[in-house]
């Protein structure tokens, strides 16, 4: 007759286990709340043509509008419509911050530049060029020259005061001086680059890959589980041939 008994040292067996598994656990919440996060821009109310601001000819403020303090980082979304009998578009400002410290991705900083269109599934970081603070150089069109359409899956990069950068997807179209925002979204850790959304026109940024460290510790709990299960069952069958002997 076989006879079965707990093996002694079974409690600390389970703690060893314990041991395993918490570092798993910790490994995984060490890999993953170090990780950047894409935080979405709220443009409800605002994705109509010219975000639905009433067309000047004028002066400030008739024809402008703005989506403000976004991120709680002190940028404003300027956008202008038909102000001064020409000024259309929308400019990424800082709150009476002066320079170049925050703003939106252009070919310079002149009234002359344009603001420069960014592609699907493109980065835009430290390295991506030129952000100008100036709502002039950003309009899509001043009194001086107009930028060129921007089609689908077309998006103007920028820069926030506090050094995060982020992305607007729009629609601009020339011939009738109309934009439209599609989507807009910031990545919240200073100095990290955002890719732009893959494609399709839909606004959803790119689905992160696992982090490396959550994957390794998933690996290692795994491990660390079948390596504890084989011990038991060597450690029960040495025992029950030394009780049936």
Do not use: H
Not at 141 to 170: C, H, M, W
């Amino acid at each position: 007759m076989k006879i079965s008994r707990k093996s002694n040292g079974g409690a600390a067996r389970r703690a060893r286990l314990a041991a395993y598994m918490a570092t798993g656990v910790g490994a995984i919440g060490l890999g993953t709340s170090s990780q950047a996060a894409v935080v979405s821009i709220d443009l409800t109310g605002y994705t109509g043509d010219n975000m639905g601001i009433a067309p000047g000819p004028g002066s400030y403020p008739t024809g402008r509008g703005a989506i403000n303090n976004f991120g709680g980082s002190g940028t404003v979304l300027n956008a202008f419509n038909n102000v001064y009998g020409s000024f259309t578009g929308i400019a990424v400002q800082s709150m009476g911050a002066g320079g170049t410290s925050v703003g939106t991705l252009t070919t310079g900083n002149t009234g002359f530049d344009t603001p420069i269109n960014v592609g699907a599934g493109v980065a835009i970081g430290p390295s991506s060029g030129n952000f100008a603070e100036g709502y002039l150089t950003a309009l899509f069109k001043n009194n001086v020259r107009s930028a060129l359409d921007f089609g689908p899956n077309s998006f103007l990069g920028f820069r926030t005061i506090a050094g995060q950068y982020g992305y607007i997807e729009v629609l601009w179209t020339a011939s009738t001086s109309t934009f439209k925002l599609v989507s807009a979204a910031y990545e919240s850790t200073p100095g990290v680059a955002i890719q732009t959304p893959g494609g399709g026109g839909g606004g959803g940024g790119a689905v992160p890959e696992p982090a490396s460290g959550a994957v390794v510790a998933l690996l290692m709990g795994g491990t660390a589980l079948r390596q504890w299960r084989k011990k038991r069952r060597d450690q029960e069958t040495a025992c029950d041939e030394s009780l049936a002997s």
